[in-house]
């Protein structure tokens, strides 16, 4: 979409490059980050005509939350780097649109303060740390403060291979611009990550979460069946098939081929999200024909937030959400929940 590009271009444009290659940058060759968009391109649409639809009702209701199109905004660290509002404006723009927001455990704003930015229903990204009682406090106060679902990513046990971010060095934040902890000290307080970064987790953590946080689990970085079933088995409420936008194993299977595998397994017991290179309202349509009940859109949010803040972001969502209805009145599908297998043509992968 001519839009996508040129809100591209003005984020570069205004991005210092350290900040800019985090945000596009992809693991290792970057093959996984170019296959997420071109997998997609294999799916061809086989609209049925005839069918006297003037518009399709892109709306659904999806984990208890009303969406003005199956269209969530992926987990993304540190939009203060993008942009002074960052993380509010994303709330803001994405309540107006009628989207849900899921925000990352590597924000730099406190969960509180997006939660009071609007009363739109979000959801709350988690990475899972070594230390429960801290990752509790955290879940503790997501939910007190109207977070509907936990979005636990698996899929970072340790950090890509990412050379863009290794050849610049860490990103330097403005002033005035730090992580959150989300234990509510105050928006903006420093906060280094533990030593080594990450954690990786197990799916006894999995179960762990859904009991300790008392909020539904979305398990996020899913790519095979066999992840899917043990999701299911840990308690997950959803799965979301992702490869975290190509910055973790370079090499691994694209979400759109994941995804079909993912869903064969489920065979709908549990709702499914997709998300890597999702670009257009005819890739939500593809999605939703390979299985999914909704998508993730992460970079082009994130490109529209630094080229025009909360306005550049709503309208970019706008836009999508206008393509996802577009899309649907042309492949012949009144709403999300028609769009069946038959919609697509598989090229071979
Ligand atoms: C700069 C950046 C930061 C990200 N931070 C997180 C994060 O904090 N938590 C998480 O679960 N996923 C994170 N992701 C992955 C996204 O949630 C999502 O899986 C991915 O961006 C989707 O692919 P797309 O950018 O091609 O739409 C991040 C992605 C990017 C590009």
């Not at 269209?71 to 002074?84: D, S």
């Not at 490869?243 to 973790?248: D, F, L, T």
């Amino acid at each position: 979409m001519e839009l996508l590009r040129r809100q591209h271009d003005e984020a570069r444009a205004r991005l210092p490059e350290p900040a800019y290659d985090y945000f596009a940058g992809g693991a290792g060759d970057e093959l996984t980050l170019a296959e997420n968009q071109e997998a997609w391109r294999r799916v061809w649409l086989r609209p049925r005509h005839g069918l006297g639809l003037g518009a399709g009702r892109p709306a659904v209701e999806l984990l208890g939350a009303p969406m003005a199109a199956p269209i969530v905004l992926a987990p993304a660290a540190a939009q203060g780097l993008l942009h002074p509002e960052g993380e509010l404006a994303v709330a803001r723009a994405a309540a107006d649109a009628g989207l849900v927001m899921c925000l990352s455990t590597r924000a730099t704003t406190d969960l509180a303060d997006v939660a009071a930015a609007t009363a739109a229903p979000k959801w709350f990204q988690l990475y899972m740390e070594p230390d429960r009682s801290r990752v509790q406090r955290i879940l503790q106060r997501a939910a007190e403060h109207g977070y509907a679902q936990v979005v636990m990513t698996i899929d970072l046990p340790v950090a890509g291979r990412r050379e863009r971010e290794w050849r610049h060095g860490p990103v330097a934040f403005p002033p005035g611009v730090a992580l959150t902890d989300h234990l509510g000290a105050g928006t903006g307080r420093a906060y280094k990550p533990p030593v080594g970064g990450w954690y990786a987790p197990t799916w006894e953590d999995v179960g762990w979460v859904g009991q300790a946080g008392g909020l539904p689990v979305v398990l996020k970085g899913v790519l095979t069946a066999e992840d899917a079933l043990m999701a299911e088995q840990a308690g997950a409420a959803a799965v979301a098939v992702s490869n975290h936008g190509g910055r973790q194993l370079d090499g691994v299977v694209p979400t759109a081929v994941a995804l079909r595998d993912v869903a064969a397994a489920l065979e709908g017991r549990l709702p499914l999200l997709v998300d890597g290179g999702i670009r257009s309202g005819a890739d939500v349509v593809r999605a939703l024909a390979l299985g999914a009940d909704a998508v993730l859109v992460g970079r082009p949010y994130l490109w529209a937030l630094a080229a025009g803040g909360e306005a550049g972001v709503l309208e970019l969502l706008t836009a999508l959400i206008e393509d996802t209805a577009r899309s649907l009145a042309l492949v012949g599908a009144a709403t999300p929940s028609e769009v069946t297998a038959a919609h697509a043509r598989l090229r071979s992968w």
